[in-house]
Every structure is written in structure tokens, then in C-alpha cells.
Nanobody, 118 residues
Framework: QRQLVESGGGLVHGGGSLTLSCKAP???????????FTWYRQAPGKERELVAS???????NYADVVKDRFTISRDNSRKTVYLQMKDLNADDTGVYYC?????????WGQGTQVTVSA
């Protein structure tokens, strides 16, 4: 089983909303609570780019292109990080990945596809 498991992707019309989840089922809770989690995305033919991150003290960071539209949050009791996305547009289409550096290793989830139709 992977360290990170993403879900919540799908097909949505422009202007719509989706919420992605990133669970860390195998991570020890005491370790999970100290880690920064980051969402990345990769559009077809483009490089992977940072979307948003949340640290252990819940401070957040966003790419300029998603500010005021996306919200990252975490529920430590569920060992889950969320990415709420609204006002989606075609440029938000891509595979969304969750990332964390833990146990001296960089972990990635399998990705979840988000497709925004015009």
C-alpha cells in the first residue's frame, strides 16, 4: 500500500468545483503531524507544477494561478489533506499529485485526474 493515496478527481464543467483528498494510511500519526504536504499537478505536455502546500502549523502557500480559488487544508485525525477547488477552468486540467517528504524519502501518490470541460 502506498504512503499517499489521492482521490476525488473527475470531470467537471468550467466554473465547477471539486475537492481532492490525500490520505496517508501507513504514516505514523506522530510523523504525519510534523510534515508539510504539497499538491502538484501536471497537464498534458507540461512539467509538474506546485499548486499548494500546507505545513504542520497549517500555514499555507499557493501558486498565483490558483490563489483565491483553491483552498488546502488538513485533518490530522484522519491523516488526510484536502484541496478544495472552485471556479475551475480548462487550465486546471491535469493529474493532481500529493507529495510529502518523510522517513528521508520523497513520497508521491498515484495521482488523480481532473478534467475541466469548456
Amino acid at each position: 500500500q502506498r504512503q499517499l493515496v489521492e482521490s476525488g478527481g473527475g470531470l467537471v464543467h468550467g466554473g465547477g468545483s471539486l475537492t481532492l483528498s490525500c490520505k496517508a494510511p501507513r504514516m505514523i500519526t506522530s510523523v504525519y503531524n510534523t510534515k508539510t504536504f504539497t499538491w502538484y499537478r501536471q497537464a498534458p505536455g507540461k512539467e509538474r507544477e506546485l499548486v499548494a502546500s500546507i505545513s504542520s502549523d497549517r500555514s499555507t502557500n499557493y501558486a498565483d494561478v490558483v490563489k483565491d480559488r483553491f483552498t488546502i487544508s488538513r485533518d490530522n485525525s484522519r491523516k488526510t489533506v484536502y484541496l478544495q477547488m472552485k471556479d475551475l477552468n480548462a487550465d486546471d486540467t491535469g493529474v493532481y499529485y500529493c507529495n510529502v517528504n518523510a522517513y528521508e524519502t520523497d513520497y508521491w501518490g498515484q495521482g488523480t485526474q481532473v478534467t475541466v470541460s469548456a
